[in-house]
């Protein structure tokens, strides 16, 4: 497709279940970024990838969420036993080289 | 580091009425600014963005802004509004290349 795609749109998790999200970006871009959006909040920084590489997780909030990019294209958002705080959007992002960051329309979390 | 901070929270207004949305930054390098909109239970999509370049900064939907450097400001304003505007909206910064760094929002509330 013509934009960045997320699945799925909305999952409800159970406390303590995993759950793993994924983004196809834009095709031909090199940069990939995920975000955290809480109720009321801005996006908040999460990750990002260069091509297969992971150059900057500093953002992803405990040890519990995990976030890859094997082949350079399609990325993967896992968050492990998941918490109610980790409720909130999940933004994926993808730019080429002239640094215009386009978003997804975002995975929707909520942890019961 | 770099900051964001948008001074509205929320910014009511009539149909056709002009608007203006604040945004102020702080960077100790050079930035890029941009503006993104956010309709309810969507993603984030790119109003506008100031790379280099002509100050004033003209976008999607009749918006524009302009970046002020003595100033450290972006604001964002559009002569008249229409219902369909509501939504809200998130100013950005980044460095080159590297990831935004959002404020909290401002939700704009256009009323007939």
């Known amino acids: 497709g013509a934009g960045v795609s997320q699945s799925p749109r909305y999952k409800v998790a159970k406390r303590g279940q995993d759950v793993a999200l994924r983004c196809d970006p834009i095709?031909?871009?090199?940069?990939l970024f995920w975000y955290q959006q809480a109720l009321g909040q801005g996006p908040e920084f999460l990750t990002y990838f260069q091509n297969e590489a992971q150059l900057d997780k500093s953002g992803l909030p405990s040890d519990r969420f995990f976030a890859e990019r094997p082949e350079g294209s399609v990325s993967t958002l896992k968050i492990q036993r998941t918490q109610q705080e980790d409720s909130a959007v999940y933004l994926c992002a993808s730019s080429p080289v002239d640094g215009t960051i386009y978003f997804g329309e975002g995975s929707w979390l909520t942890v019961v | 580091a770099q900051s964001v901070t948008q001074l509205d929270s929320q910014v009511p207004v009539f149909e056709e009425a002009p608007v203006e949305l604040r945004c102020n930054y702080s960077s100790s390098v050079s930035v890029y600014l941009f503006w993104y909109v956010q309709y309810p239970n969507q993603g984030l999509q790119l109003l506008l963005k100031y790379l280099s370049g002509s100050t004033l900064v003209k976008g999607i939907n009749g918006f524009e802004a302009e970046f002020n450097k003595s100033q450290t400001s972006f604001h964002l304003r559009k002569p008249s509004v229409h219902i369909s505007d509501t939504a809200e909206y998130f100013c950005?910064?980044?460095?080159?290349?590297?990831?935004?760094?959002f404020g909290k929002g401002t939700k704009l509330s256009v009323k007939p």
């Open positions: 950005a910064v980044s460095e080159a290349a590297g990831n935004l760094i």
């Open positions: 095709s031909g871009h090199v940069s």
